[in-house]
């Protein structure tokens, strides 16, 4: 599990493999003709305010996991033409998050890869994210920050080294200090420990497996938005209306 990470690699040169294929049925109430990624604000995806923070940091290919009506991912995505790259990797049967990262495998082309929920916002410096998994020589690093008593968040215990000792997948109560921020950096290597063509989860089936692998936590002070729910979906527009976090134009 332990991998030499080239340090020529920048952040132009990973995949962002960002996980679109959730059912979004807690959100259906608002959001019933697209998958819940493409929820708008100001009248443009949710999934684009990612997409735009990432390329903040140089990033340009991205890789997106695409089940529940994948076709309006990528009818979207497909009809961008400029500097940024957009790869569909269509699940035709639910493989939960970490599945549907193996059905993507053949499409990531480097050692290291960026993984993040589509659903999902917390404002996170990447290159100093980028910079602390190579230190670390990582083979999973994973953004957290401080609780915030949502409930059913993932949360991760850590040790005095920021390794990851611990995950409590949505406890209610827990000494734990973290939740998962939903943002990761992978060694291509963690892909040989999700089985294929099958459903297998990242929070309860994968982390497990790699506590002890030299995997640590990246803590940062920034809240987690998500919008699984209508209530968090509109938590989520007022925190970005009020941040100024709309995304801007996608660059060409």
Known sequence: MHSRIPTKNTLGDIDAVILCGGMGKRLRALVDDRPKPMAEI????????????????????FI???????????????????ALQ????DEHKPLGTAGAIKNAAKLIRGETFLVANGDSFC??????????HSARNASMSMVVTESQNTGDCGL??????KAIVGFEEKCRQSQSRYINAGIYLFQKE????????????????LFPKLIKRDCYGFVIEGRLFDIGTPERFAMAIKHLVKEQLQPSQIPS
Do not use: H, Q
């Not at 997106?64 to 033409?81: F, H, N, P, T, V």
């Not at 957009?86 to 990797?89: C, E, L």
């Open 156 to 161: 991760v215990s850590l040790d005095a080294s």
């Open 42 to 61: 100001n009248d443009r995806p949710f999934l684009d305010i990612l997409i735009d923070s990432f390329c903040g940091f140089g990033l340009r290919r």
């Open 123 to 132: 404002s996170v410096d990447l290159r100093a994210f980028y910079d602390w």
């Open 190 to 205: 963690v892909l040989s420990l999700i089985p294929g063509d099958t459903s297998f989860s990242l929070e309860t089936e």
């Open 64 to 82: 997106l996991c695409a089940g529940y009506m994948s076709e309006k991912i990528r009818d979207y995505y497909s009809s961008r033409i400029g």
């Open 86 to 89: 957009f790869v569909i990797s």
